[in-house]
């Protein structure tokens, strides 16, 4: 048996990103007639998205951050050691996945030639430069049908079926028995964030003009707000939390879904939802929601991208209007 690790530890948007990689490894395995064993080293935050999933065989979770975490680390690197993986792809391709590459002692140990931060001196094996302004699940797909001779359209493979039904009984408790849209109003970096006083009035409009309940959901520290946001929308917008999975299945069940750039806009994408996405900083072509009927709202600024997390004076973003907003709704 071909032993294969795939290592992709972060974000959550990046491992949903590499989905469609391991489904070309995978096919492109069994139409050669091997027999493969997948295993994925994800780091804990992204872990969601990946248990139970039918194309891997261990999701192998490891702790963030080596100075808190060193003995556990250390641990998991010697039974990924004892493994003896035959091929180890560094899909990240970041000091941190390539450390985690270097210790795994693989066989061919593979990724592309111009990986930042030097990941790539802990390879043996290096692809050719890949092309930056590329969409990332495109570059991820080169690393793998380079070894798996897989072809074909980029596929999604997940597996919601505990999570819908989960998700169906929280929008039943709350009091959603139509249909609704989803609002992701939350990102990691400062610079990516729409108003919420304009969330609020792009809900009270599609609420008033479309007859949908709007559903926020965020995680754990994010539900105090979204709940006052959803009490100043007033009658038809609630709030609930979700896991990873359950945000796939909401995704799947709503209208649409209104989002900045985040992690939940890329599941909302590869589990098939509409949506909307808002852009000011980074690049859609290169990380935005990958498929067809979606659409991207953005000012195209001289300015943007620009990448950075913090901006005295966000016109990218701020530059969004309610209607600018309404009128994608309409595209879709």
């Given at each position: 048996?071909?032993?294969?690790?795939?290592?992709?530890?972060s974000?959550?948007?990046?491992?949903?990103?590499?989905?469609?990689?391991?489904?070309?490894?995978?096919?492109?395995?069994?139409?050669?007639g091997?027999?493969?064993?997948?295993?994925?080293?994800?780091?804990?935050?992204?872990s969601?998205?990946?248990?139970?999933?039918?194309?891997?065989?261990?999701?192998?979770?490891?702790?963030?951050?080596w100075?808190?975490?060193?003995?556990?680390?250390?641990?998991?690197?010697?039974?990924?050691?004892?493994?003896?993986?035959?091929l180890?792809?560094?899909?990240?391709?970041?000091?941190?996945?390539?450390?985690w590459?270097?210790?795994?002692?693989?066989?061919?140990r593979?990724?592309?030639?111009?990986?930042?931060?030097?990941?790539?001196?802990?390879?043996?094996?290096?692809?050719?430069?890949?092309d930056?302004?590329?969409?990332?699940?495109?570059?991820?797909?080169?690393?793998?049908?380079?070894?798996?001779?897989?072809?074909g359209?980029?596929?999604?493979?997940?597996?919601?079926?505990?999570?819908?039904?989960?998700?169906?009984?929280?929008?039943?408790?709350?009091?959603?028995?139509?249909?609704?849209?989803?609002?992701?109003?939350?990102?990691?970096?400062?610079?990516?964030?729409?108003?919420?006083?304009?969330?609020?009035e792009?809900?009270?409009?599609?609420?008033?003009?479309?007859?949908?309940?709007?559903v926020?959901?965020?995680?754990?520290?994010?539900?105090?707000?979204?709940?006052?946001?959803?009490?100043?929308?007033g009658?038809?917008?609630?709030?609930?939390?979700?896991?990873?999975?359950?945000?796939?299945?909401?995704?799947?069940?709503?209208?649409?879904?209104?989002?900045?750039?985040?992690?939940?806009?890329?599941?909302?994408?590869?589990?098939?939802?509409?949506?909307?996405?808002?852009?000011?900083?980074?690049?859609?072509?290169?990380?935005?929601?990958?498929?067809?009927?979606?659409?991207?709202?953005?000012?195209?600024?001289?300015c943007?991208?620009?990448?950075?997390?913090?901006?005295?004076?966000?016109?990218?973003?701020?530059?969004?209007?309610?209607?600018?907003?309404?009128?994608?709704?309409?595209?879709?």
């Amino acid at each position: 048996m071909m032993k294969v690790l795939i290592v992709k530890l972060s974000s959550i948007g990046d491992v949903v990103h590499t989905l469609p990689a391991l489904d070309a490894l995978d096919a492109g395995f069994k139409r050669k007639g091997i027999k493969a064993r997948i295993d994925w080293l994800v780091e804990e935050a992204a872990s969601g998205m990946l248990a139970g999933h039918p194309q891997i065989d261990e999701v192998i979770v490891v702790k963030r951050g080596w100075g808190k975490n060193l003995f556990a680390n250390l641990r998991t690197a010697k039974a990924l050691r004892e493994r003896s993986y035959d091929l180890v792809l560094d899909f990240q391709g970041l000091l941190k996945s390539g450390i985690w590459v270097f210790l795994t002692a693989g066989k061919k140990r593979a990724g592309f030639s111009n990986a930042r931060e030097f990941s790539r001196i802990f390879l043996n094996e290096k692809l050719p430069p890949y092309d930056i302004e590329r969409h990332a699940v495109d570059r991820y797909l080169d690393l793998a049908r380079h070894f798996s001779g897989g072809t074909g359209e980029a596929r999604f493979t997940l597996d919601l079926a505990g999570a819908e039904r989960s998700v169906e009984k929280k929008l039943k408790d709350s009091g959603v028995s139509g249909p609704f849209f989803v609002m992701v109003t939350r990102a990691r970096w400062a610079t990516k964030l729409w108003q919420d006083e304009r969330f609020i009035e792009l809900a009270k409009r599609v609420i008033a003009e479309r007859k949908l309940k709007a559903v926020l959901t965020g995680g754990p520290s994010e539900l105090s707000a979204l709940a006052g946001m959803s009490k100043a929308i007033g009658d038809g917008a609630v709030t609930f939390g979700t896991s990873l999975k359950e945000f796939a299945a909401l995704s799947v069940l709503s209208s649409f879904v209104v989002t900045v750039d985040s992690g939940p806009m890329h599941i909302a994408a590869a589990a098939g939802a509409k949506v909307v996405a808002l852009f000011g900083p980074t690049a859609p072509w290169r990380t935005g929601p990958y498929g067809k009927g979606h659409v991207v709202v953005r000012k195209g600024l001289e300015c943007s991208p620009c990448f950075k997390r913090d901006c005295p004076d966000p016109r990218c973003m701020d530059g969004i209007t309610v209607d600018d907003v309404v009128k994608a709704l309409q595209k879709i």
